[in-house]
């Protein structure tokens, strides 16, 4: 789908959105047993909620999602979407909220392989200092993202408002 923030590539199971990247022309992996079909009206109910927060109408996204990786990173990707809309945390912050004070960097591995960007939000995290800390969408986007959600982003600084 076209975006505000360039072209998205979905893809959803039966149970729900599995991928939402940033389409670069890469392929998405594909597990045994599965079968990608082309289907803009099974795209279409997560499209719409997309379309939605993009013009400022959607803060809470109620897609289903059917996400694969281990359970730290379920955990991770859980807590990602209890960051409230307009808000950033810390990685440290999102360490302690799944209950591994000093694993940073693994949650920061975890934000990495997030396989639904924007609806699990990972542009919501921040360094420790407030920076903009990378983002598989570029630091643009992720800028965007954040000032779409009206998150003051002052000098590659974001601050919760």
């Given at each position: ?122 542009h919501r995290v921040v360094g420790s ?33």
């Amino acid at each position: 789908m076209l975006s505000p923030v360039g072209p998205l590539l979905l893809a959803a199971s039966n149970r729900g959105l599995q991928h939402l990247r940033f389409d670069r022309g890469e392929v998405l992996p594909i597990r045994n047993g599965e079968i990608w079909t082309e289907s803009p009206a099974d795209i279409e109910p997560y499209a719409r909620q997309l379309n939605d927060y993009f013009h400022g109408s959607l803060r809470d996204f109620t897609c289903p999602l059917d996400l694969q990786g281990t359970d730290f990173q379920k955990a991770c990707w859980q807590a990602l979407c209890e960051i409230p809309y307009g808000s950033t945390c810390t990685y440290g912050e999102l360490a302690r909220k799944v209950r591994r004070p000093s694993a940073f960097r693994a949650v920061g591995q975890a934000n990495h392989r997030n396989p639904v960007a924007i609806i699990v939000p990972c542009h919501r995290v921040v360094g420790s200092d407030g920076t903009l800390t990378g983002y598989g969408g570029g630091l643009d986007i992720k800028e965007k993202l954040l000032r779409l959600e009206g998150v003051a982003v002052q000098g590659g600084l974001a601050f919760a408002v």
